[in-house]
């Protein structure tokens, strides 16, 4: 095992802080970070390596709960080190190079915990100073662009100082343990994958519910709209676990063609089909983990002061029915929902069938981590010990090299393509409303009674 440098961009901020460095910790006490290694934070907080240490030593405590060790936390800040960097400041790059020291001395990682708008910046230097070497990853998280035209532009960013291999796009879904079991469960029984076609299923359903509202985000949730936030990513992600073939062989890059062929099989919106395949609404007052809550317009109302240019015009629950027009799915619907101030925070996919020995499969994805067939509990995660968090499973794999559980470019353009379609023709779609604490307006089950089906609750 080489020592590896863990560079974060943004290393005091809020990702770093909750996401990153508990991962980092829980690869570490698994003897998964080699002796010399270093995990370097970089901001312009302006403070001592031992300051940096001590906030994550707290911020440690805080967000590990009962997993935390205090005496692993410590050894652990051993390997931090801090560094200021103003990125617009060539001198101060030249002291990161310095301090990195000969570039291949060990296997390098550099993670993007900052805002895209400074990835050009960043990736551009790193090219310059000699830092982006074959051998370096570069990992990068949404929004990549909001469209296909800019996700286009950021991806033209990133690989003119790292190649496609280098490059590790999160979508943190596809580190839930959950996510990833769906592709055992389809493809290590042969029964499952014979049962897994049109011939037998007759619906599927997704849903990613959550009871927060917009809370501190409503600038950019206003301006992205769960489309864009949520069902461009992560619900595409799972659909096309849900619908793709199976890999020839399980490397990244057959994973990933089965998943680019499925988005690319999607059937377009468009001005014509559009009021009949998706219905977009936002959340009115109503109850959210007991406790009354504003509407979302009055919560966004609240934050005008600060941010000007909130519109009101984004939307808060999304429901879309999903045609894949290839041989294994043609005439099955998917259908995808989520929303926020929704009933419940659960994540699920049902898959009815017809014609077949069982009627039903259940795979959750959150909070519960199982899957049933009918009324037969088949597995449940949760049983199997402490569950990784996405983030240090995915980390553990950049870490590695392993890119599957990654999304590559030509996957990220098609599904924004298929996005884009529907945000074409939307301007005059109705926006609909629900009470907080429902599960969104009764267009959404509208959506589906129109072909006979009905959202599966419990
Ligand atoms: C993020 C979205 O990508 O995913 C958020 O930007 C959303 O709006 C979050 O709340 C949901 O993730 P999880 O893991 O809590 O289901």
Redesign the pocket.
């Given at each position: 095992m080489k020592a590896l440098d863990i560079v974060i961009f943004g290393g005091s901020g809020d990702l770093s802080l909750r996401k990153l460095m508990p991962a980092l910790y829980f690869l570490y006490s698994q003897g998964k970070l080699a002796k010399g290694s270093r995990v370097v934070g970089l901001s312009r907080a302006r403070i001592s390596r031992d300051d940096f240490r001590a906030l994550i030593l707290e911020k440690l405590a805080l967000y590990l709960g009962d997993d935390y060790v205090k005496t692993v936390a410590q050894a652990f800040c051993e390997l931090l080190d801090y560094r200021d960097l103003d990125i617009s400041d060539d001198q101060s790059w030249g002291a990161l190079k310095d301090y990195l020291g000969p570039v291949g001395r060990c296997g390098i990682i550099y993670y993007m915990a900052v805002p895209p708008t400074l990835f050009g910046t960043v990736c551009e230097q790193l090219d310059r100073q000699g830092l982006a070497p074959d051998s370096s990853r570069l990992v990068v998280e949404?929004p990549l662009g909001e469209d296909a035209q800019s996700a286009e532009a950021v991806n033209k960013i990133l690989s003119a100082s790292f190649r496609e291999e280098q490059i590790y796009r999160i979508d943190?879904y596809l580190g839930k343990e959950a996510v990833q079991n769906i592709l055992a469960f389809r493809f290590e029984d042969g029964r499952v994958e014979s049962l897994w076609n049109r011939e037998h299923i007759d619906n599927i359903q997704i849903t990613?519910a959550?009871t927060?509202g917009v809370e501190g985000r409503a600038a950019f949730?206003d301006r992205a709209g769960i489309l864009r936030?949520?069902i461009q990513n992560?619900l595409m992600q799972i659909l096309c676990f849900i619908a793709m073939d199976a890999p020839e062989k399980l490397t990244a890059n057959d994973v990933r063609d089965r998943k680019v062929a499925v988005v690319r099989a999607l059937r377009p919106v468009t001005a014509l089909t559009l009021a009949d395949h998706v219905v977009r609404a936002q959340y009115g007052p109503g109850e959210a983990m007991g406790r009354p809550v504003p509407g979302y317009m009055q919560e966004i109302r609240g934050q005008e002061i600060r941010d000007k240019d909130i519109a009101g015009t984004g939307e808060t629950f999304i429901a879309v029915r999903v045609c894949v027009d290839n041989d294994r799915w043609r005439g099955v619907p998917f259908y995808l929902r989520t929303g926020k101030r929704l009933s419940g925070r659960f994540?699920r996919i049902i898959v009815n069938f017809r014609n077949a020995e069982i009627n039903r499969v259940i795979l959750n994805i959150?909070p519960d981590m199982t899957i049933h067939i009918d009324d037969v509990l088949l597995q449940d995660s949760a049983h199997s010990g402490r569950i990784p968090d996405a983030y240090e499973k995915l980390l553990g794999d950049v870490m590695q090299g392993n890119q599957s559980y990654f999304v590559r470019h030509d996957e990220i353009i098609a599904s924004w393509e298929w996005i884009d379609g529907i945000r074409k023709a939307w301007a005059d779609l109705e926006m609909h409303s629900y009470p907080a604490g429902s599960m969104g307006p009764d267009a959404s089950d509208g959506l589906l009674a129109a072909s006979g089906h009905k959202w599966y609750e419990d």
């Open positions: 949404k943190h990613v959550e927060v949730l936030d949520m992560h994540a959150q």
